[in-house]
């Protein structure tokens, strides 16, 4: 039975449900217990981001507390999940990619292909991203482009508490190595989440909100902001399809083709930077692939090739925003030869 | 040089044994040396002469429950860990029959059902892997210990010193070799490691540091039995750093112009295969007979595994998009 909890329970729940069914889940990150063993300070924090909060209790052994050695704990859920575990293992913050990269994109990536199939590695890396908290240029990045480019990675963007358990969960049962990205402002946003467990597979895109005008297609908080839009653009007679990727790795080409070829527009909003970015991707696809369908120049909505600020006044302009998706929709249903 | 410390007798076969891994990681490397010069032979190799006491003396005391996990330099911790030289050779020749289907070469060995975690590409890249590994045997308690071996180069390395610390904080059945051959490429460990020993550092992450006379099988054997009766019974990790000289250059074609004569000596007076040999049948605990025995046996088995690599086919197209996602 579903019933309203935020996209923090609802990570939690499935953290707590995959490691009741499966004993090979093993849990890690900083501040997980707050220091084990560390009178008064055990399960402190449940993580930073709060999401790990009573497990540590709840799965003697199975909740382990790093030292901040990115390269270390990270490269240590790679190699347990060789050695028969299914480690989810917490990157605090997407920055910090940048001192334990290597374990992911040359060691986890690569294994399967580098030892011709023989190497099984289901480690799951959660990890937290994206503007909005004044947190500034080291704690503010999206960077999933970087982890899509990588062949061997899954990459998973839930953006509502349903998706964020049922992603999960099939991460967590997925045998492949996935990068599992979650939107710092979206931790409190509550939503419907069934009771019992579900896993949603990867490669299916979901159409938000159907229309005929203009495609849209985004992913991760950007699916609010642009539904936020295609809701006031509705009531001036634009009816924009909103589409929802959830995942950029494996990725629905079809769902995306499929709505241009309908509606001979696409506009593509996504929070990262606007180079090799999914925005460009998703550009050329349609580019390459429904070219005769478009009727109109592609639109691209990204944050600017800019660090993030940390000022009010310049955060508001560095993330798209609902005004900006409107516009570009604008351009492209305007748009004449 | 003579052995003047009184060490654990070996078996027949754990002696035979010892004596066949250091052979034929001797004749392997030898033989890839001079393949290499042939031009048929693709890529880098990187050749692990002249240190097999290190691999044949830790992984003498490894069983199916331990898991390794290698360096670039990673052909003598393989063989050393029962991987099929044949599979290995046809590895290095690219072919389709290789043990990783020509999709690694010979940085990328690997072979998970020996406990082989991989050679590995990236320096410094195995010891965080091998934490994993080592949490694995502990959570499931099958007594299992993993052991990272990495060079005077990887000692320097964020992520080996990271390593330390985390199979420290957690307590893990983990073995971390430094395999100190005296240059990373062609920089010496003398002037880019600035503790006196690599082993000196063990202290700083709460773990016993031991230092090896690489060359020394059986000064390798006792001190690895050692960490790793340690590392089973609960009692954590251990640093043991080797000192030795590697007899080929950085990589295959390697000038090495940055070193003397040093290899020679070495090949002369230290070499670990003529000091086991020398040792064993001084005190009569194997015959000469039966270590020609096993040089023949070897060398027959290096012959027919650059023969059958040579032979064997090339992976084709249908390979180029296959085993990068188990599912996708």
């Keep these: 039975m579903a019933r309203n909890i935020t996209y923090r329970e609802a990570l939690n729940e499935a953290l707590t449900q995959e490691m009741e069914r499966d004993p090979s889940v093993i849990v890690m990150g900083e501040d997980n217990a707050g220091g084990e063993g560390a009178p008064g300070e055990q399960d402190a924090w449940g993580g930073v981001l709060g999401v790990t909060k009573g497990l540590y209790h709840r799965f003697p052994g199975r909740v382990l507390d790093t030292p901040i050695s990115e390269s270390a704990f990270i490269g240590a859920a790679i190699g347990a999940a060789t050695a028969g575990m299914r480690p989810v293992a917490e990157l605090m913050f997407v920055d910090f990619m940048g001192v334990c990269f290597d374990q992911i994109y040359n060691q986890a990536a690569k294994f399967r292909y580098m030892f011709g199939g023989k190497a099984v590695t289901p480690v799951v890396i959660r990890t937290m991203y994206g503007a909005g908290l004044r947190a500034a240029a080291q704690h503010s990045q999206c960077l999933y482009p970087l982890f899509t480019h990588i062949p061997g990675l899954k990459v998973v963007l839930p953006a509502t508490p349903y998706d964020a358990k049922g992603l999960l969960i099939q991460a967590i049962r997925d045998n492949d190595p996935v990068m599992f990205f979650e939107h710092k402002a979206l931790y409190d946003l509550a939503g419907p989440v069934p009771e019992e467990s579900y896993a949603l597979p990867f490669g299916e895109a979901n159409v938000v909100r159907e229309g005929s005008d203009v495609t849209v297609v985004t992913l991760g908080r950007m699916v609010h902001v642009s539904l936020s839009a295609a809701s006031s653009l509705a009531a001036e007679g634009v009816e924009c399809e909103v589409i929802d990727l959830r995942t950029t790795s494996p990725l629905d080409e079809d769902t995306v083709l499929e709505s241009v070829e309908g509606t001979g527009r696409l506009v593509v909003v996504d929070e990262a930077h606007p180079r090799c970015s999914i925005a460009t991707d998703i550009s050329a696809l349609v580019a390459q692939k429904a070219f005769g369908a478009l009727r109109a120049p592609i639109e691209m909505v990204t944050a600017p090739h800019t660090p993030v600020p940390f000022s009010n006044a310049l955060e508001d302009l560095y993330i798209p925003d609902a005004q900006r998706v409107a516009n570009a929709v604008k351009t492209v249903t305007g748009w004449t030869r | ?328």
Aim: aromatic share 8%.
């Design chain 2, 1 to 328: 040089m003579t052995d003047t410390v009184e060490r654990k007798a070996l078996t027949r076969e754990q002696l035979l044994g010892a004596y066949r891994a250091m052979r034929t990681i001797r004749e392997f490397e030898e033989r890839v040396h001079a393949e290499f010069a042939t031009g048929e032979i693709p890529g880098f190799v990187h050749l692990y002469a002249g240190e097999e006491a290190s691999a044949a003396g830790v992984c003498g005391n490894l069983d199916d429950r331990d898991t390794i996990a290698s360096t670039h330099r990673g052909h003598g911790h393989c063989i050393a860990r029962g991987v099929d030289v044949a599979e290995m050779m046809a590895e290095i020749y690219g072919r389709r029959t290789g043990s990783c289907h020509g999709k690694g070469g010979s940085m990328h060995i690997a072979d998970l059902s020996r406990g082989m975690l991989g050679a590995n590409g990236i320096v410094g890249g195995g010891p965080p892997l091998i934490c994993g590994t080592a949490l694995a045997a502990k959570l499931k308690g099958t007594g299992g210990v993993s052991v990272a071996f990495f060079g005077d180069g990887g000692s320097n390395q964020g992520t080996t010193l990271e390593s330390m610390n985390l199979a420290s904080v957690w307590n893990l059945p983990a073995i971390f070799v430094a395999e100190n051959n005296g240059y990373a490429e062609t920089t010496s460990s003398t002037w880019s490691v600035a503790s006196d020993n690599i082993a000196d550092r063990a202290a700083g992450f709460g773990m016993p540091g031991v230092i090896v006379d690489g060359f020394d099988f059986f000064a390798v054997h006792e001190a690895a039995s050692e960490a790793i009766a340690r590392a089973r019974s609960g009692g954590g990790p251990t640093l043991i750093e080797m000192k030795f000289t590697r007899y080929f250059g950085h990589f295959e074609g390697d000038q090495q112009t940055y070193r003397s004569d040093e290899v020679a000596r070495a090949r002369a007076e230290l070499d670990c295969l003529l000091r086991f040999a020398d040792r064993v049948v001084a005190t009569g605990e194997l015959g000469r007979s039966d270590l020609d025995a096993v040089d023949a046996e070897v060398a027959l088995t290096i012959d027919q595994a650059v023969e059958s690599a040579k032979a064997a086919p090339l992976p084709t197209e249908a390979d180029l998009l296959t085993d990068v996602y188990v599912r996708y």
